[in-house]
């Protein structure tokens, strides 16, 4: 059923969107971003849903953000869920990937929006993408309220898949991408989302659950030439639970013995070793090449298309949750909140390219 009048809760967590300057440079100032709000016309203007704004204290920047804040973030989504009809989150771009998809996995089930914002610039510049990062977000909320599930990110004109994002430019407008899935909607003219792309109301509204984050002990890992086996001793020592590794290419690795019997020996503990890939855009197919599936063979599982922050996100939340190791690779491998491609959902095209690159293994 269509809202008639929807209400929006603005979850102001920090980030320099709201900062001021000052002799010490920009800090962030409690109460400064919703008296600017308050003073521009174009946030009174009609069309722009009603919202309230809610500060968190003390007011963050992004790069001091912990999984701790994420769950402040979530209770709040959580306490106010029936009271209003969406959620923007105010946040910091240096981590709002991570958080993005940390909420994902968090707060389940979700027949709500919640979308994440903030800007390069604060809202007190002159030139500034405050401004429109803010509206268009207020707008696409106000909007489509009842239809736009789940969580997402809205930044520079354009409305993205929350555990699907990264930030890609610390010196541009155009600060975020989903590299290896379509943006959701863009803003022009008209305000469009192609539905086919957003996923379905998980229940009937009702306060979704959340599953704490941050008693794992995960962590990343980003390869490079040269490296030795030393390298990963102390990463992959107790209590180390999962580990995202961030690979070559489509999943690889060196063969080197040793590189590998220190992933195999973190296997037998009980670490769960997840492979991504260090470009931006593609999968970690670990059955392409001889290095991948050496990898494999130590162990090692694919994740697929999955950013670096969503393989994170997913090993806490699904440690936190309880699985066992063997239930944490299975579940790795498995699609759960639309954060990787199945690999059966790979285009025709793409997969025939893999099947004649792997004939070269």
């Known amino acids: 059923m269509a809202v008639s009048d929807p209400r929006i809760l603005v979850a102001y967590a920090g980030g320099t969107i709201g900062m001021k300057e000052t002799a010490e440079g920009h800090v962030p100032v409690s109460g400064y971003l919703q008296k600017q709000m308050q003073e521009l016309p174009p946030f009174q203007a009609d069309d722009v849903p009603t919202y309230d704004i809610h500060e968190f204290d003390p007011l963050l920047d992004s790069s001091n953000m912990a999984p701790e804040d994420w769950l402040r973030i979530a209770e709040v989504i959580q306490e106010h869920y029936s009271t209003y009809d ?3 989150v105010v946040h910091g771009t240096d981590t709002m990937a991570f958080t993005a998809s940390a909420l994902s996995f968090m707060l389940h089930p979700l027949d709500k ?41 809205c930044f520079d004109d354009r409305l993205y898949r929350g555990n699907r994002t990264t930030k890609v430019n610390a010196d541009s407008f155009s600060a975020f991408a989903s590299p290896n899935y379509p943006a959701v909607g863009t803003a022009g003219i008209n305000l469009d989302v192609d539905w086919s792309l957003v996923p379905a109301s998980e229940s009937p509204a009702r306060s979704p659950n959340i599953t704490p984050l941050g008693e794992a002990t995960v962590s990343t890992f980003r390869l490079f030439p040269g490296m030795e086996a030393r390298h990963l001793d102390n990463l992959l020592s107790p209590p180390v639970q999962g580990v995202v590794l961030e690979c070559f290419g489509s999943g690889n690795a060196p063969e080197e013995e040793a590189f590998l019997d220190t992933l195999r020996r973190a296997t037998d503990r009980g670490v769960v070793l997840v492979a991504v890939t260090q470009p931006l855009r593609g999968t970690a197919d670990l059955n392409l090449y001889a290095t991948g599936q050496a990898l494999a063979e130590a162990g090692v599982v694919s994740g697929y298309d999955m950013t670096t922050e969503a393989a994170l996100a997913k090993l806490y939340y699904l440690f936190d949750h309880g699985y066992t190791a063997e239930a944490v690779r299975d579940q790795m491998q498995t699609n759960l909140r639309g954060e990787l491609t199945p690999p059966d959902d790979v285009p025709p095209a793409l997969g025939r390219a893999r099947r004649r690159l792997a004939r070269f293994r």
């Open 86 to 88: 969406g959620f923007l």
């Open 113 to 153: 929006p919640v979308v994440l914002t903030g800007a390069q610039l604060p809202l007190d510049e002159t030139r500034t993408d405050a401004q429109g990062n803010l509206l268009t977000s207020l707008l696409l909320l106000g909007q489509y309220p009842d239809r736009l599930a789940g969580v997402h990110l």
